[in-house]
């Protein structure tokens, strides 16, 4: 058995059991856990996947605490609350360019978001919420971790940790200007037009926002492209197949086959865009089917859909127009 297959076993496993415990135990969002596996499982080598779980355990109980302080401070001042998150958002993108732990600044900021707007800026229903979305973040690193460890163990090579790129202060200023760019656009699209789902579109937008901001126009496009393709071949899955399904290892068994095909057909260094997309799409807009008691609606996998079509568009107009306006300033500079 190659490298690919053996690699695509072990993360399709590690997913479909961290999403077969976490319906065992009773929580409600094991996608949560699943994301935190394809995290880990996006990186180089089993060294390099143990230090980011900790930084995203560390940047998880930070943003705990971060989202229940917003809260406290403008939970009620919806227009402080913004004002705050651009600020932090900014930071978060700024030192996502300049800091050696960039990602526990974007797992702070990012696990704050949810804590605040997908409660709808509630304290109590933030409590829960938070509570879980660290049971979820753990189990699916304890989950990762095991079968790791267990099933081909590799070595952990301290050498093997990756260096994180520290780069100039103009592309961290380039990064915050960015985000609050998309930001201000995105609340300005919930605000003045009718679309549904509470603040689950501004939610998404700052979440997506801060991950997508650092990547070139031109990639952008094709990621626009691989979302429509994901889409379809999910979609009709959870058309057609999962509401077959009815017992946990069934459910279970249906993530494991998905992600190990993933992993097995696109496991060169270049397709890892495949890879996250295709294991993000697969999580994310069958959520529903992962409830304890499970949901097949179309329409709110729809509705995702169309919130993540406009959020990338609305990054890649704001990441086109700031990449067009630096090559006239340094055209302008060179004459």
């Known amino acids: ?23 065992s135990f009773g929580w409600e969002k094991p996608y949560w856990g699943a994301i935190a596996v394809i995290v880990m499982a996006t990186t180089e080598s089993y060294s390099h996947a143990l230090h980011k779980a900790r930084q995203r355990v560390i940047g998880t109980a930070s943003g705990v605490v971060l989202g229940f302080t917003l809260l406290a401070l403008f939970g009620q001042q919806r227009e402080l609350f ?5 600020v932090l958002g900014g930071l978060a993108a700024y030192m996502s360019a300049r800091s050696r732990y960039a990602y526990v600044y974007k797992m702070s900021f990012i ?7 997908a409660s709808g800026l509630s304290e109590s229903l933030s409590f ?7 049971q979820e973040t753990l189990l699916g690193v304890v989950c990762y971790s095991l079968v790791f460890s267990l099933l081909w163990p590799e070595l952990k090579d301290p050498k ?7 780069r100039t202060k103009q592309e961290g200023g380039l990064r915050a200007f960015k985000f609050v760019a998309v930001t201000l656009v995105s609340w ?11 603040f689950m579109f501004p ?11 650092e990547f070139p126009y031109h990639y952008l496009n094709k990621i626009l492209g691989l979302v429509y393709v994901w889409s379809a071949v999910v979609l009709s899955q959870y058309v057609f197949v999962l509401p077959l399904l009815d017992s946990v290892w069934q459910l279970g068994a249906f993530y494991f086959v998905n992600v190990f095909l993933v992993w097995h057909f696109f496991p060169k260094e270049n397709q890892l865009p495949m890879r996250i997309l295709g294991g993000q799409f697969l999580v994310l807009l069958t959520m529903n089917a992962q409830h304890l008691r499970p949901i097949f609606d179309i329409n709110s996998s729809l509705q995702m859909l169309l919130f993540l079509s406009l959020i990338l568009i609305t990054v890649r107009f704001v990441v086109h127009l700031v990449e067009t306006f630096m090559a006239s300033d340094a055209e302008l500079l060179h004459e």
């Open 82 to 86: 913004l004002l705050s998150e651009l």
């Open 111 to 117: 696990v704050a978001i949810i804590v605040a707007l």
């Open 128 to 134: 829960s919420l938070a509570v879980l979305r660290v």
């Open 1 to 23: 058995m190659n490298a690919a297959s053996i690699k695509a076993i072990k993360v399709a496993a590690s997913l479909s059991l961290t999403i077969v415990l976490a319906l």
């Open 160 to 166: 093997a940790l990756p260096k994180q790129v520290i």
């Open 203 to 213: 939610l998404i937008a700052a979440t997506l926002g801060l991950s997508l901001i």
């Open 188 to 198: 300005s699209l919930w605000i003045y037009l009718p679309i549904p789902g509470g």
